[in-house]
């Protein structure tokens, strides 16, 4: 994934999950979550093209805590900011927000590695875009919760 990426993966992800929580959070969001994420440690960060074309993508992690911990540390100012503004138009979305960052507190002591996002254009649905994001991913990750090398 490239920082040329980034503008596809938004688009790409508020058309296929349009009322998903991230995409609520607006473009602008978005576009700072994904350029945010794109050379951090411990991410995976995969996109599956045409050649051209964005289809879909994946975003995983070696370990789901430290993930959330370190996306907010990095930019924790202009998170506040972006959903501050949309905190003023949709109060509800605080518990949604809270939900997401406090989630890695919920899982306990079960695997750290996770896959976060899978999103595929809707018109390269059901043709095995997803499944091959997927079983890259899976490539990367090695059973214990680490990145594995390649």
Not at 36 to 65: H, P, Y
Not at 69 to 87: A, E, R, Y
Not at 137 to 144: A, C, Q, R, T, W
Request: hydrophobic share 40%; with cysteine; aromatic share 10%.
């Amino acid at each position: 994934m490239r920082q040329s990426d980034v503008s596809s993966l938004v688009d790409i992800h508020l058309a296929a999950l349009p009322d998903d929580f991230l995409p609520t959070l607006g473009k602008e969001f978005l576009n700072f979550f994904y350029s945010l994420n794109l050379e951090a440690r411990g991410i995976i960060n995969l996109v599956f093209t045409d050649g051209k074309n964005v289809k879909g993508f994946v975003l995983g992690c070696t370990d789901s805590r430290k993930f959330f911990i370190s996306t907010i540390k990095k930019g924790w100012l202009k998170f506040v900011l972006l959903i501050g503004k949309k905190l003023i138009k949709n109060p509800i979305i605080i518990f949604k927000t809270a939900e997401t960052f406090l989630y890695p507190k919920k899982e306990g002591e079960g695997p750290k590695a996770e896959l976060l996002i899978i999103v595929v254009r809707p018109a390269s649905q059901g043709k095995g875009v997803g499944l091959k994001l997927t079983k890259e991913l899976e490539k990367g990750v090695d059973p214990s919760g680490g990145q594995s090398q390649r």
